[in-house]
């Protein structure tokens, strides 16, 4: 159980084509998703938490408007890439955890196969 | 900001060996999670180990947390190659389950 599906694993574009990454929970409900941006062997930075029917909280220093989440159920997030410049190309994994309310604690993170964007 | 750094940062070892990671961390923690990433792929959750454990088992894996040391080691025994991959540890201070991910080891386990 608790299988997150993220869609699509790699996107090739060109610099100025906005990009939508899909973040599925496929077998529980996520109100929380986790979004992150992986440089090569380097760790997870967090991006930005999804929450279902609300804004979604973004860390220091990432541009809200760059990247476009929507978290509109409770089983799909979703993250836009606006305008994006080859400084953009990374690896962007999303997770959601399973669990409500006061479940949450405690819980582990259940990740996505991760996007590999790559922007020419 | 990196909450975890893990020690070392690359590990190569023969197959039957241990391998043994270490994470240290800055911050109070409600618990300590670790992940394992093949190459190219999303994480995968190996175990969690709460504030108020101090050791935690499953199957070939053995964690320890210290909170005086803020410090925790995972521990792989009688490794494979199929364990070659990135370990990450990662901490869960509270505050909206965020989880902050250390640096990670890269291990390879060679035949």
């Known amino acids: 159980g608790a299988v997150v599906s993220q869609h699509p694993s790699r996107v090739i574009c060109k610099s100025g084509t906005s990009v939508k990454i899909e973040c599925r929970s496929l077998d529980f409900q996520a109100t929380t998703m986790f979004w992150y941006r992986q440089f090569p062997k380097k760790s997870l930075m967090l991006m930005a938490t999804s929450n279902e029917g609300s804004k979604a909280t973004y860390e220091q220093g990432v541009e809200k408007d760059k990247f476009l989440i929507n978290h509109a159920s409770l089983t799909l997030s979703t993250l836009t890439v606006t305008s994006a410049h080859p400084e953009d190309s990374s690896f962007y994994i999303c997770?959601?955890?399973?669990?409500?309310?006061?479940?949450?604690?405690?819980?582990?993170?259940?990740f996505g196969d991760g996007t590999r964007l790559s922007i020419l | 900001s990196q909450q975890g750094e893990e020690d070392p940062q690359a590990l190569s070892i023969q197959e039957g060996e241990n391998a043994t990671m270490n994470c240290s961390y800055k911050?109070?923690?409600?618990?300590l999670q670790w992940y394992r990433q093949n190459s190219g792929r999303g994480l995968v959750h190996l175990i969690l180990i709460r504030s108020n454990e101090r050791e935690k088992h499953s199957g070939r894996l053995r964690v320890t947390l210290d909170t005086s040391k803020k410090s925790s080691s995972l521990l792989i025994t009688a490794s494979r190659a199929a364990d070659t991959a990135s370990y990450f540890c990662?901490?869960?201070?509270?505050?909206?389950?965020?989880?902050?991910f250390g640096t990670g080891t890269q291990l390879k386990v060679e035949l």
């Open positions: 997770s959601a955890r399973s669990g409500t309310g006061g479940g949450y604690s405690n819980q582990p993170q259940h």
């Open positions: 990662a901490t869960d201070s509270g505050g909206g389950n965020k989880l902050t």
């Open positions: 911050t109070s923690i409600n618990n």
